[in-house]
């Protein structure tokens, strides 16, 4: 590492190296400001960046401790091999990049021959760093269909069901609350105001910042004024903090979204001129949200009905407001509908790419560009092949949702054998997994995933730790390097949404560990020469896609500590929403659909409708007396990032044990105290954590955490480090889905509990 350059400087031996944060360790893409100190080539401290222009030095503690995961002494430093008949033992055998690089290439080409390519898949994860290559490995590398995207996530429940139905209904990438990202100076750059209301729906980003928005940027947004409205079962900081929180029941987001929008409709508070010149559809809005009355919202969600009408009228009478949208709207069954009503809310109140409102803009990036051409190139003959549901279900599927990839229950019907009798199918024999643990973390009804995975014949995985899954599958696994490692590039919420790009600087070497770029390339170069040769260097490969599409390369990211976007407000007024360059959205009718024709061509409503979750005391009363309670999964929490995390020390210190939260007056009723083991059973299956009693959870749900395995326990089969034991997704039913396939009820089910003496009852 060079101190001449733009991002570092040495001081006393030190070098101090300028970099934007992102994965591995795990993250989405915030890009936070950091400057690494180096001395001898080892990182001896991690300060914040106080001149990046988002974060101004602010870190969390998974970054302050990141020296803690680069010499951990469980770090993976070489490719390991192992027999098949070995999986689920601890045989590994170390060898150079070389020989597993020929494994795999030699595995690849006998299956080729002996089955074709579509028999192999690959399986990714959430935004990692790894978002931006893995759905290349499937087509550009490996030649098959069943590549881009796909993961082992019942109704791909996250970002994609928002991200589908954002192109569809504003023809646009995801939108965020204008939290004057765009800008250098920030909050105090002229036209920006401050958004008077947010609604924070379904989401928690003080702890989660994802995909690209800084959590605490809503703390700055507090302190400049802004109202809270959340809409949350969980009594969470900021709902404490809240002017309006409408405590739901699990799974009810479409009728209070449905609510709220009847308040502001019937009584005439939203913006006419907006809906007017720029909304398809409004009457049938109207008419869908009709019959939703508070009280009868509130008997359906329990969300509290004055409440309800004042978040609405408090919303809609103080322009401009904004909202975000988080991935418990994704996770339930009808993840479309809440997203609609999202959207309309939003949209009729005249929110939309306005100083302080929601900020839209193209789904478009330069990463985004490159990876949809490098997915293009696998024959048609091969496409066909594709993996969809062949009894006809899911048809946004069929031709390609937002995202692409396989659907996730399909995959897991496929493995399992569900469709052999039908023409198109055919066995799958290969894994590549990229940037996922799925027996941990996002896998429903693991178990399953496990036995359906095991007769594969080779699986290949890529990671910076052992994992649960690698013990229990795979055959190849590949040592990566940490971001403080290698060079990239950071685009905030993966393109669709992009308020800067940052530069990835390496820090320091790591010779025996590649990043999931330089492994995709070394392997393309194998397989797939044509498509690869031309590549010589990661930072060429750089500098060609940001030149491809801006006018500046890569040196011009590395001199800044984050180049930033720009915003121009109001773009469909100015024909900057669409390809002909044409006002309006860049939508079928060129406006905003509140009434969608394109959801209705894919079996949904094309307005919002209530639907009961599949599990609970309405849809399935009789099984309500056996399981009494709600659950909900997942909230995040700081010191983890889904299975990470759990084998360093400072990270476990600060949260040792899985939680399941549980209101006093609950446990008071089963027995259980604080600390205690409690067992949590749904029709599904059964886990074990310990009871942390709170009233962030009412008395009518408790809240379970996900992603919990057990590094320092017995990694072999059967027990794997403990990963079924704790395992949220245990409980989570499969093909609980939406029409579309979307959406799946990782945060709405019904349970019951009991007090148990240990991890292990
Ligand atoms: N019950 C329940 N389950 C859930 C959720 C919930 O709320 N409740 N949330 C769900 C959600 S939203 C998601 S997105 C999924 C996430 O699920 P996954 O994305 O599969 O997350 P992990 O299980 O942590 O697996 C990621 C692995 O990638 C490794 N890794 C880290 N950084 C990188 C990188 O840059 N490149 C590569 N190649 N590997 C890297 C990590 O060490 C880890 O072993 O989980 C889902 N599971
Ligand atoms: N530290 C950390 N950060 C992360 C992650 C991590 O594992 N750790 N994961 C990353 C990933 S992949 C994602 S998708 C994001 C997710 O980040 P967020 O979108 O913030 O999601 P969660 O924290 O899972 O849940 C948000 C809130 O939804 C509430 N909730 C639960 N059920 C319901 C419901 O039925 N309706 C409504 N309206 N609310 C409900 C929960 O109580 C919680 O407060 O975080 C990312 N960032
Ligand atoms: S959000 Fe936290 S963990 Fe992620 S890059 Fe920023 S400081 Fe690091
Ligand atoms: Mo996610």
New binding site residues.
């Given amino acids: 590492m060079a101190a001449d350059t733009a991002f570092a400087s040495e001081e006393n031996g030190v070098l101090k190296v300028r970099t934007c944060a ?5 993250d989405h893409p915030v890009g936070c400001g950091l400057i690494l100190h180096v001395q001898d080539g080892k990182l001896v401290k991690v300060e914040g960046d106080p001149d990046h222009p988002i974060t101004h030095g602010r870190l969390c503690p998974r970054c302050i401790a990141l020296d803690e995961v680069v010499y951990h002494e469980d770090r993976l430093q070489h490719p390991l091999v192992r027999d098949r008949a070995d999986r689920g033992k601890n045989k590994w055998r170390e060898v150079t990049w070389d020989e597993a690089y020929d494994l795999i290439e030699a595995k690849v080409r006998e299956i080729w021959d002996k089955y074709g390519a579509e028999s192999i898949f690959t399986l ?7 978002t931006l290559y ?1 759905p290349v490995y499937g087509p550009a590398v490996l030649n098959t269909c069943n590549g881009a995207s796909t993961y082992a ?1 019942s109704g791909q ?3 994609g069901p928002r991200a589908t139905i954002a192109n569809y209904l504003l023809g646009a990438g995801v939108p965020e609350i204008d939290w004057a990202q765009y800008y250098e100076d920030r909050y105090d750059h002229p036209g920006w105001e401050c958004p008077k209301y947010l609604i924070i729906w379904g989401k928690d980003p003080l702890y989660s910042s994802p995909d690209g928005f800084f959590g605490h940027s809503i703390i700055d947004l507090m302190k400049r004024g802004s109202k809270i409205i959340t809409i949350d079962p969980r009594l969470t900081w900021l709902s404490s903090r809240a002017e309006f929180h409408l405590q739901l029941r699990p799974g009810t987001d479409a009728a209070v979204g449905m609510g709220l929008l009847r308040v502001i409709i019937t009584e005439d508070l939203y913006d006419h001129d907006f809906v007017e010149k720029w909304c398809f559809g409004f009457d049938e809005l109207a008419e869908a949200v009709k019959e939703w009355t508070p009280e009868k919202v509130q008997e359906v969600s329990w969300v509290d009905a004055q409440t309800l009408v004042g978040a609405a009228r408090a919303f809609a009478t103080n322009a401009p407001s904004s909202g975000i949208w988080g ?1 418990a709207l ?2 339930s069954k009808a993840s479309t509908q809440a997203g609609q009503c999202f959207l309309a809310i939003m949209a009729i109140c005249g929110y939309l790419d306005v100083p302080g409102g929601i900020a839209i803009t193209k789904p478009t990036s330069f990463i985004g560009k490159w990876r949809y051409e490098m997915s293009d190139t696998i024959s048609p003959e091969m496409a066909a092949k594709h993996i969809v549901d062949p009894t006809g279900k899911y048809a946004l599927f069929n031709v390609g949702a937002a995202m692409g990839g396989v659907q996730g229950d399909t995959l897991l019907n496929w493995l399992e054998g569900m469709y052999k009798d039908y023409d198109c199918y055919y066995d799958l024999k290969m894994c590549w997994m ?5 027996l ?3 896998a429903d009804q693991p178990q399953r995933w496990y036995e359906a995975m095991k007769p594969l014949e080779f699986i290949v995985v ?4 052992m ?1 649960p ?1 690698i013990m229990a599958l795979a055959d190849v696994v590949l040592p ?1 390097s940490t ?1 403080a490692e290698h060079d990239g590039l950071v685009t905030p919420n993966f393109g669709r949404n992009q308020h800067f790009i940052g530069a990835m600087n390496k820090a320091f070497d790591n010779p025996n560990t590649k990043s ?1 770029l330089e492994i995709l390339i070394d392997m393309g170069k194998r397989l797939r020469p044509e498509l690869w040769d031309r590549f010589e260097s990661v930072d060429q490969f750089f500098d060609e896609q940001l030149r491809k599409n801006y006018d500046f390369g890569l040196d011009d990211v590395r001199a800044v500590p984050a180049k930033m976007a720009g915003y121009e407000y109001r773009k469909y007024e100015k024909g900057l929403l669409r390809p002909d360059g044409e006002p309006g959205f860049d939508t079928m009718t060129g406006m905003v659909e509140l009434n969608s024709i394109v959801l209705a061509s894919y079996g949904e409503g094309a307005v919002p409708y209530y639907e009961e979750p599949e599990f609970s005391h309405i849809s399935k009363p009789e099984l309500a007396e056996e399981y009494p309670l709600y659950y909900t ?3 995040r929490n700081i010191s983890m ?4 995390h759990r084998q360093v020390p400072s990270m476990r210190a600060m949260h040792p044990w899985p939680l399941v939260t549980i209101n006093p007056v609950v446990a008071e009723r089963y027995g259980i105290a604080e600390g205690d083991w409690v067992r949590v059973t749904s029709p599904q299956g059964h886990m074990t954590q310990k009871a942390h009693l709170t009233e962030e959870v009412n008395d009518k749900f408790v809240h ?1 955490e ?2 919990w395995w057990f590094p320092e326990q017995d990694g072999e089969a059967p027990n794997l480090y403990g990963v079924w034991k704790a395992n ?2 245990n ?2 039913p499969h093909e609980s889905v939406g029409v579309t396939g979307y959406g799946a009820p ?2 709405n089910g019904i349970c019951k509990i009991e007090r148990v003496d240990s991890l292990d009852d």
């Avoid at 990229?434 to 799925?438: A, F, L, Q, R």
């Avoid at 890529?462 to 730790?465: G, L, P, T, V």
């Fill in positions: 992102w994965s591995p360790p795990g990714t994860g959430t935004g990692r760093e790894s893995a996530f429940a996250c970002y991935v994704d996770q990229i940037g996922t643990n799925p941990a973390c996002m890529q990671d910076i730790f994992t899954t990566l971001f999931d999964t997942g909230g990032f889904h299975s990470e379970v996900h992603a949220a997704n409980l989570i990782y945060k």
